[in-house]
């Protein structure tokens, strides 16, 4: 077997061992929604992911040294809104429907291409963009007698993760990706601290009041869980990193969307909660048009 094979095998298992964990861990957050915050959810869970970077830091893996702060700064905001929308609805919508629309991101990367950056895109690309947003609507399933505007919320966190990919690439080359990760997860924790003093809503009891929520009971069980997600979301990005290090961006890219399966079958396994058929196949479509544009996208630049 060639290196070259035997490296985007790795890479393709560490995608999958990555997505895997976010799909384990992005299930637990019902047992904080139950009782906590929102705000001191991101509040808190950056707060031990930098303690455990700047431990990385200390011990010489890596620097903060970021050369344009402003552009990180502007680039974390689109990640950690995208995220901030996203855990946010997994407190009030089933678990696939909230990952299904945050992966329509590949679709909006299609069109500001298009409007913003002026680049040419072709039939397959065109075609991907209207399959997966069929598949977009397939997934949420509005209903116009009874309209509810939260279930388009993850395909606004689409939008948000969408810019933000973008942005990388546009705004922050060159920059580390640990001074990367500590900007997405130092933003988080602006937002939290923010949602904390803002929130004053009165919540109501159960999943309901996450959002409302400005602060919730910090015992040891709640603890626990905010140190498990802390955990699982290092262990799951790292494992992403690692396998977009050993193989090719466009091929290491589809087999992110296996977090669609990993996080349904968790949330079978975990709460009881099915997906419905004319969904699954919103899901396969939303999977398969992000196949498209990852592998056209890497043609087309290769052409240029």
């Avoid at 209207?130 to 399933?141: D, P, R, S």
């Avoid at 589809?254 to 909660?273: C, D, T």
Wanted: with cysteine; proline share 4%; charged share 10%.
């Amino acid at each position: 077997m060639s290196s070259q094979s035997t490296n985007s095998g790795l890479a393709a298992a560490s995608v999958l061992a990555g997505m895997a964990a976010l799909g384990l861990t992005d299930n637990f957050v019902p047992f904080i929604s139950e009782r906590g915050s929102l705000w001191q959810f991101h509040f808190v869970r950056s707060l031990l992911v930098l303690v455990v970077l700047v431990g990385f830091v200390a011990l010489g893996f890596g620097s903060f040294r970021m050369n344009r702060p402003l552009a990180v700064l502007a680039r974390s905001f689109f990640p950690a809104s995208a995220m901030l929308i996203y855990f946010g609805c997994l407190s009030v919508l089933p678990i696939g429907v909230v990952v299904a629309g945050l992966f329509t991101s590949p679709l909006f990367v299609v069109l500001i291409s298009i409007l913003f950056q002026g680049k040419p895109v072709g039939i397959f690309r065109w075609a991907a963009v209207i399959f997966g947003f069929v598949g977009a609507v397939m997934v949420i399933q509005p209903d116009p007698a009874a309209l509810d505007p939260v279930a388009f919320l993850p395909v606004i966190a689409g939008l948000f993760y969408a810019v933000g990919a973008v942005a990388t690439r546009a705004w922050c080359e060159g920059e580390s990706t640990l001074s990367l990760t500590a900007g997405f997860f130092g933003m988080l924790g602006v937002f939290g601290v923010i949602g904390i003093f803002v929130v004053n809503a009165d919540a109501p009891v159960g999943h309901a009041g996450f959002v409302l929520r400005s602060w919730g009971p910090l015992d040891g069980a709640m603890l626990f869980w905010f140190v498990v997600q802390a955990v699982g979301s290092l262990i799951g990005i790292a494992l992403i990193f690692r396998g977009y290090q050993l193989g090719e961006a466009s091929h290491v890219a589809v087999f992110e969307y296996s977090l669609l399966v990993f996080a349904s079958f968790w949330a079978w396994v975990l709460w009881g909660q099915t997906v419905s058929p004319l969904a699954l196949t919103g899901m396969a479509l939303i999977a398969i048009a992000g196949a498209v544009i990852a592998l056209r996208s890497t043609s087309q630049e290769q052409a240029e």
